[in-house]
């Protein structure tokens, strides 16, 4: 087979293959193929998703924080959520991961991640606590959630490449990925717009206030 189309079945079994690689060759494929619907994709995982984010990039978390009364401060408490719906915070521990593959190996390196609650939010947040006030809160995130992702995003590509593999014979695979014929593109295509329509389905609910931050301030 082709030079590209190993490339890429080799890198993403090889968790050490870098992703931006594997998405740029098969935007060159999507080219070739003339699919749109891969090219979004391709494009948005290189460069961020604007809206339509997929469902395996949310992330539910819980959420921490400093509480205080006029004699105590209690730190890296979780706090209550329950009472968050009948304000319509109820995905406020949502966390959006809507950035760019990049960006994502980047936080997938750190070990401080966090999404902050605003402080205005802080009134509704000590209503369960009985004189206690929430004076900081913020969503903790582990570095495995962002490792979790990276791998979801290669399994997906992975899948994606052998329903097109179960549909085509040898040769017909190593000509796809160099000089695809008119009849290989309208056999190939609807088996990738129906993968993506499946496995690449967006969140549909509330994305509001899901900026991450790095570092250790909290």
Same mark, same amino acid.
């Given at each position: 087979m082709s030079n590209m189309y190993n490339?890429? /079945?080799?890198? +993403?079994?090889?968790? =050490? $293959?870098? /992703?931006?690689?594997? +998405?740029?060759? /098969?935007?060159? +494929?999507?080219?070739?193929?003339? =699919?749109?619907? /891969?090219? !979004?994709? %391709? !494009?948005?995982?290189? !460069?961020?998703?604007?809206? !339509? %984010?997929? =469902?395996?990039?949310? $992330?539910?978390?819980?959420?921490v924080g400093t509480i205080e009364n006029r004699v105590c401060r209690r730190p890296n408490v979780h706090l209550a959520t329950l009472h968050l719906k009948k304000h319509g915070l109820e995905n406020l521990c949502q966390c959006v991961f809507a950035e760019k593959i990049s960006t994502l190996i980047e936080y997938s390196q750190l070990e401080d991640i966090h999404k902050p609650i605003p402080p205005e939010l802080y009134g509704i947040l000590s209503e369960p606590l009985n004189g206690y006030l929430v004076t900081n809160a913020y969503v903790p995130i582990n570095n495995a959630i962002i490792k979790g992702i990276l791998s979801s995003i290669r399994t997906k590509l992975l899948d994606l490449i052998l329903a097109m593999e179960n549909e085509l014979n040898a040769d017909e695979m190593e000509n796809l990925f160099k000089n695809p014929t008119k009849e290989q593109q309208e056999k190939i295509n609807p088996i990738i717009n129906k993968f993506i329509q499946n496995n690449f389905n967006s969140y549909d609910g509330s994305t509001q206030n899901t900026k991450i931050e790095l570092g250790t301030d909290k």
């Amino acid at each position: 087979m082709s030079n590209m189309y190993n490339d890429i /079945l080799s890198g +993403l079994t090889t968790t =050490s $293959y870098p /992703l931006e690689d594997i +998405l740029l060759k /098969l935007k060159v +494929l999507a080219f070739k193929l003339k =699919s749109k619907e /891969l090219e !979004n994709i %391709v !494009n948005a995982e290189l !460069n961020g998703y604007e809206d !339509n %984010v997929p =469902s395996y990039r949310i $992330y539910e978390g819980g959420l921490v924080g400093t509480i205080e009364n006029r004699v105590c401060r209690r730190p890296n408490v979780h706090l209550a959520t329950l009472h968050l719906k009948k304000h319509g915070l109820e995905n406020l521990c949502q966390c959006v991961f809507a950035e760019k593959i990049s960006t994502l190996i980047e936080y997938s390196q750190l070990e401080d991640i966090h999404k902050p609650i605003p402080p205005e939010l802080y009134g509704i947040l000590s209503e369960p606590l009985n004189g206690y006030l929430v004076t900081n809160a913020y969503v903790p995130i582990n570095n495995a959630i962002i490792k979790g992702i990276l791998s979801s995003i290669r399994t997906k590509l992975l899948d994606l490449i052998l329903a097109m593999e179960n549909e085509l014979n040898a040769d017909e695979m190593e000509n796809l990925f160099k000089n695809p014929t008119k009849e290989q593109q309208e056999k190939i295509n609807p088996i990738i717009n129906k993968f993506i329509q499946n496995n690449f389905n967006s969140y549909d609910g509330s994305t509001q206030n899901t900026k991450i931050e790095l570092g250790t301030d909290k």
